[in-house]
């Protein structure tokens, strides 16, 4: 049983990885192009491209992460040592120099993929310390629980803070305030690394003749079909997610016309997200786990759907209809994770491998690739229905807007509970993997 303080150093871990996540989600395309004037298709385009380079990166992170061997163990060296680069590589993207329109795309472009580059070797291990700190599975939801909890207070820091204190920084220059923001925001994302490093510990081990190459590691993941299913359910996830997340701010300060209510509608949105991780484990708890996400998924559709049918004068109604959806997606989020772990023990129960930082990695590049895509999207549409930074948008944009805001985010959810249909991990079977890995360990020992 894990304690309470080693929980919440580990959630403090996505506190950090969160500032920046949900910076990218919220507000990169929108600083991009109303602030460093890039166009909405290239920016899509871009967000699209940098996805190509994590497709290589991403396995190669997981099984050095997997072969890493050191006094602090697998993973968490990599909290230590790569935190301040993240941070300054963060501070870099939300820089504007002066330069010419190719060379602003070229600016974009190269900060961007080293962001993406330094948020993969971070965020991979991190993630992958997750599968290792316990063995028990109903641990394990409650150490994701404990996670997205304390990264949506990450992603409410970022919602609540980000535009006052552009405001605050910039004294009008918004280039100059979201450069000081990030900066000041990076700093408390170290702290934060570092006190993850400091009160976390790996206790799951690989086997001790484990020889892993990349080849054998991938070949193994191919193998395991329960990650194939959650990767792709991973994918489609992300993409409604985060096509949704980029568009907020065009949604209210151009639909609902109340660009005032831009930071109260995502900070309440995050409050939502937040209550609906803490829920996570106490569903889990009484419900089996893939039941209970494909029903929540379902039920996220239907809200998010319903939000097409409010009127641009109902924004008490639209704030309500955000909340609950946020609440319901987020309440999914940390079984979503707490899998994860499964699929590497079930892995190891099918091949004899064990793959954490692969099964980690993999997804999470999934789950990347949903967050270029879902922000492709955002680009493209609002480029198909010719949107004009910092100006009144046509009825055609609007309309847009809220189809894109509402409806297609809503299909992508009914797409994973479709894919989540065939997840072969319910509980009866997880307990089984569980319990024929303790008997095979305890028979080495013998």
């Known amino acids: 049983m894990l304690t309470k303080k080693e929980k919440i150093a580990y959630g403090l871990g996505d506190t950090a990885s969160n500032i920046i996540f ?11 192009t109303d602030i460093f004037g890039i166009s909405p298709a290239v920016v899509g385009t871009m967000f699209l491209v940098v996805r190509i380079i994590d497709a290589i990166t991403d396995p190669l992170m997981g099984a050095l992460a997997d072969k890493t061997q050191s006094r602090f163990g697998q993973y968490r060296p990599y909290l230590l040592y790569l935190a301040l680069p993240f941070a300054f590589i963060s501070v870099l993207a939300f820089t504007t120099p002066d330069l010419s329109p190719s060379g602003k795309i070229w600016y974009a472009f190269i900060t961007y993929t080293l962001l ?20 028990d599975p109903d641990e394990r939801v409650s150490v994701q629980s404990y996670r997205f909890v304390f990264g949506m207070l990450g992603g409410l820091l970022v919602t609540a803070c980000t535009l006052p204190l552009v405001s605050f920084f910039g004294q009008g220059d918004q280039a100059k305030g979201y450069q000081l923001t990030i900066a000041a925001m990076s700093v408390l994302g170290v702290l934060l690394f570092l006190l993850c490093f400091k009160g976390t510990r790996e206790r799951v081990k690989p086997p001790a003749d484990q020889q892993l190459t990349l080849k054998a590691g991938l070949k193994a993941l191919w193998q395991n079909p329960a990650w194939r299913v959650l990767s792709l359910a991973a994918l489609l996830l992300l993409i409604g997610m985060v096509l949704k997340n980029t568009l907020v701010i065009y949604y209210v ?17 995050m409050l939502g997200n937040i ?16 039941k209970a996400y494909i029903a929540l998924q379902l039920l996220a559709a239907l809200l998010c759907a319903a939000g097409f049918w409010v009127g641009s004068s109902q924004w008490q109604l639209a704030i309500a209809l955000h909340i609950a959806w946020c609440f319901f997606l987020q309440m999914a989020t940390p079984m979503l994770w707490a899998k994860m772990a499964d699929v590497v023990d079930y892995g190891q129960w099918l091949t004899g491998v064990r793959t954490t930082g692969l099964v980690y990695s993999s997804v999470v590049f999934f789950i990347k690739l949903g967050l270029a895509v879902g922000g492709a999207l955002a680009g493209w549409l609002l480029a198909f229905y010719q949107y004009q930074p910092a100006a009144e948008q046509s009825a055609v944009t609007q309309q847009g807007i809220l189809l894109s805001f ?13 894919v989540m249909r065939s997840y072969p991990l319910h509980r009866q079977r997880v307990a089984q993997v569980s319990a024929d890995l303790a008997a095979r360990e305890a028979a080495m020992k013998i």
Request: hydrophobic share 55%; with cysteine.
């Open 116 to 135: 993406m580059l330094a948020y993969t070797a971070i965020n991979i291990p991190y993630s992958a310390l997750g599968g290792v700190l316990t063995a």
């Open 406 to 418: 509402t409806l297609l985010p809503a299909l992508a959810s009914v797409l994973v509970a479709w």
């Open 22 to 32: 949900q910076t990218v989600m919220l507000f990169l395309t929108f600083f991009y």
């Open 253 to 269: 300060k151009y639909f609902l016309q109340r660009e005032d209510l831009v930071t109260t509608f995502m900070t309440l949105g």
């Open 275 to 290: 209550a609906g991780c803490a829920c996570a484990q106490f569903v889990a708890a009484r419900v089996d786990k893939v």
